[in-house]
Every structure is written in C-alpha cells, then in structure tokens.
C-alpha cells in the first residue's frame, strides 16, 4: 500500500503531534480518533496504520510528555527530577492524567520511573529502595499535578474563586522535600 493511501502521506510522529495540540487545545476528554482523523483530514481507520488502538496512542503522547522533562531540568538531583517531571506535565493540559493512565495500563516507557530511580540511588541507596522511594514520589508528582491542571481548568471557568491561598509551586516544593528527608530519616542519613 503507498504511503499515500495509509493515512494521506501522514507519519506516526503527524499523528502524535496533532494529537497533542488537540490535548493541549480541548483536553483528553474531547482527543477522540474521530476528531483526530478529522483534523489530519483522513478517515479514522487510517489512524490505525500507526496506532492499533487509542490506548497505544496515548502511550506515545505520555512518552512525549515524560520525554521533555530531560530537557526541562534545573539542576540535578531528586528534588530536580521531580520539579523537571512536575514542568513537562504542566506543559500539556490533563498531562499527568495522560501518563498517569497510562502507566496504571502498563502501556509506555517507564523513563519517569527510571530517571528518579537513578537519581535515588546516586545518593547511595540500594537498588529496591531506589525504586520503591521513586516510585512513591512518582505518585505524589502524578497526583499532585492532576490536582493542580483540575483547579487551573476549573479556575479558568470561574467554578473555584482564584486566590484561594495555595500556591502550587510552594506546596509541590513542600511535598517533594517531606518525601525526600523522609527517605533519609529513614536510612538514618542527610539529605545531600
């Protein structure tokens, strides 16, 4: 088959791009494969030459996603890991439900788990409690970001009245850092 008649010349990366606009544009509940296919101007079956299904699609957004945190960093370190994944779920709307989702299917690269895993460890912890503290921090930053892209679409139509007291940057800062010194109180150590 031509690459014409697969989807009109359209790559996977076309595909995963518009996605991604139509996520940050409209969020995950209106990134439908009818809207997608509309956008590339194909027919939805022609998505499936790339993607066998949504979900498959989504993986790849949420590696995107996840991928642009290596870029983001500030620093090393735990603490510099975490605001680094915190920022490039920021950078798309309903980004952390995109990865979270994702990774509770088991789908997608598990390189927000292996780049705080490594940052655990390269402060001199034993491999499974590397990755048993990455991955409970993993879930704090997926949660708390959810809760904060929930409250910024819900601010944004007026449903929660802004300056409410929180500021997100200072409570994620907090969060990161009780988890951190915990982990050191822990295994008897300080934080470096």
């Known amino acids: ?6 989807g009109r010349g359209h790559s996977a990366d076309d595909v995963a791009r518009t996605a991604l606009r139509i996520l940050d544009d409209d969020g995950l509940a209106d990134l439908t494969m009818r809207r997608l296919a509309m956008r590339l101007d194909v027919q939805p079956s022609a998505l499936y030459w790339h993607f066998p299904n949504k979900q498959s699609l989504l993986a790849e957004l949420s ?26 779920l920021l950078a798309y709307r309903d980004g952390a439900e995109v990865v979270s989702s994702t990774l509770a299917l088991g789908l997608g690269s598990s390189a927000a788990l292996d780049r705080l895993t490594a940052a655990v460890a390269a402060e001199g912890f034993a491999p499974e409690v590397a990755a048993r503290a990455a991955t409970t921090l993993l879930h704090f930053v997926l949660g708390f970001v959810w809760h904060e892209q929930q409250r910024l679409q819900y601010d944004s139509v007026g449903v929660v009245s802004p300056g409410t007291g929180h500021v997100p ?16 109180a822990a295994a008897g150590a300080r934080p470096a």
């Open 63 to 88: 590696d995107r996603i996840v991928g642009q945190a290596a870029s983001l960093l500030r620093g090393s370190g735990v603490v510099a890991e975490a605001r680094a994944l915190r920022d490039a």
């Open 1 to 6: 088959m031509t690459p014409s008649a697969r």
């Open 169 to 184: 940057e200072a409570d994620f800062a907090f969060g990161v850092d009780l988890i951190h010194r915990g982990l050191h």
